[in-house]
């Protein structure tokens, strides 16, 4: 069993930035593959980054590619989202999740842990 708490939302200004962390009590977190995924209101989960176990390898929704960067400290058992150029459609409820497979995944049914999530609002 794995717990993620994630932190680090707020509200801000478009073409702010917000840099979010996902705490895992996961031992050994490179062990899983990590994702982090968004829903805003009315809307559907969506991917928005995944990072492999070791952190050799990224992948990223095509409307954040250039904007956020997805990273891992395995030593301190977290993920970070940096997120640049914030845009108000980046407002969401933004959570972390953990997977066994390897690589890096899009789906979420490829995930097995889930955080609570943290609020991102971006103000135009």
């Known amino acids: 069993q794995v717990q993620l708490v994630e932190s680090g939302g707020g509200l801000v200004q478009a073409g702010g930035s917000l840099r979010l962390s996902c705490a895992a009590s996961a031992r050994t977190l490179s062990s899983y593959l990590m994702g982090w995924f968004r829903q805003a209101p009315g809307k559907e989960r969506e991917f928005v980054a995944a990072i492999s176990r070791g952190g050799s390898t990224t992948r990223y929704a095509d409307s954040v590619k250039g904007r956020f960067t997805i990273s891992r400290d395995n030593a301190k058992n977290t993920v970070y989202l940096q997120m640049n150029s914030l845009k108000p459609e980046d407002t969401a409820v933004y959570s972390c999740?953990?997977?066994?497979?390897?690589?890096?995944?899009?789906?979420?049914?490829?995930?097995?842990?889930w955080g609570q999530g943290t609020q991102v609002t971006v103000s135009s």
């Open positions: 999740a953990a997977g066994t497979r390897w690589g890096t995944r899009s789906s979420e049914n490829e995930y097995d842990y």
